[in-house]
Structures are given as C-alpha cells and as structure tokens.
Nanobody, 119 residues
Framework: QVQLVESGGGLVQAGGSLRLSCAASGSIFRINAMGWHRQAPGKQRELVASVTSSGRMTYISSAGGRFTISRDNAKNTVYLQMANLKPEDTAVYYC?????????????WGQGTQVTVSS
C-alpha cells in the first residue's frame, strides 16, 4: 500500500500564492505518476497537474502558467506551487499517485487539503 499525506493548504487572498506538499510512504516502488486533483463544491473532481517519475508534466488548461508541479524523488514528495490564485481555484486539493504514467484514474489518494481563495 501507499500512503499520501498532504500539507500546505489554507486561506489566501486573490493574487496570492500557496505551495502544497505531498509525501508518499509505504510501497513507493509502485508509484510512477504523482500529482493533484481538486474538487470544488458542487463540481466534479478534476486533474490539476501531474508529473511522472521521469519528469513528464501535465497541467489543467485553467492553470494558465500559474501552477508549477515538481517532484523530489529522493524524498518521495511532490509539490504544487500555485501563484496568482483566483477565487475559482477554491477547492479541496487531493494528492494522488498511480503505477502508470496517467494520473486520470489514480490508485492512491491523500485525505485532501482545503484551499480557499478570497476575492
């Protein structure tokens, strides 16, 4: 099994920045892609950003260059740096991991961390 523990959420004003972190433990040899999904109230969960073990990155189109995902394989940790945050970025952000390169349907989930952007 793989355990994912997130940190770094919170309340920020529009235009501000936050960095989310997610540390993986357990059977980490199973992991290829890691990244983040989010779910806003009344909306479906969506994939925000992912990075494979080889460094291939993908982003949701609405990130618009505001989000940067990175990964420290030595620490088994993935980060999401979010800048110029907008109220529509408000959501619960879930760390996710999978044994494939595609994070659209993860094998593992974190517990979620709330990000609230005030206008």
């Amino acid at each position: 099994q793989v355990q994912l523990v997130e940190s770094g959420g919170g309340l920020v004003q529009a235009g501000g920045s936050l960095r989310l972190s997610c540390a993986a433990s357990g059977s980490i040899f199973r992991i290829n892609a890691m990244g983040w999904h989010r779910q806003a109230p009344g909306k479906q969960r969506e994939l925000v950003a992912s990075v494979t073990s080889s460094g291939r990155m993908t982003y949701i189109s609405s990130a618009g260059g505001r989000f940067t995902i990175s990964r420290d394989n030595a620490k088994n940790t993935v980060y999401l740096q979010m800048a110029n945050l907008k109220p529509e970025d408000t959501a619960v952000y879930y760390c996710a991991a999978t044994s494939t390169i595609w994070l659209s349907n993860p094998d593992y989930w974190g517990q979620g961390t709330q990000v609230t952007v005030s206008s």
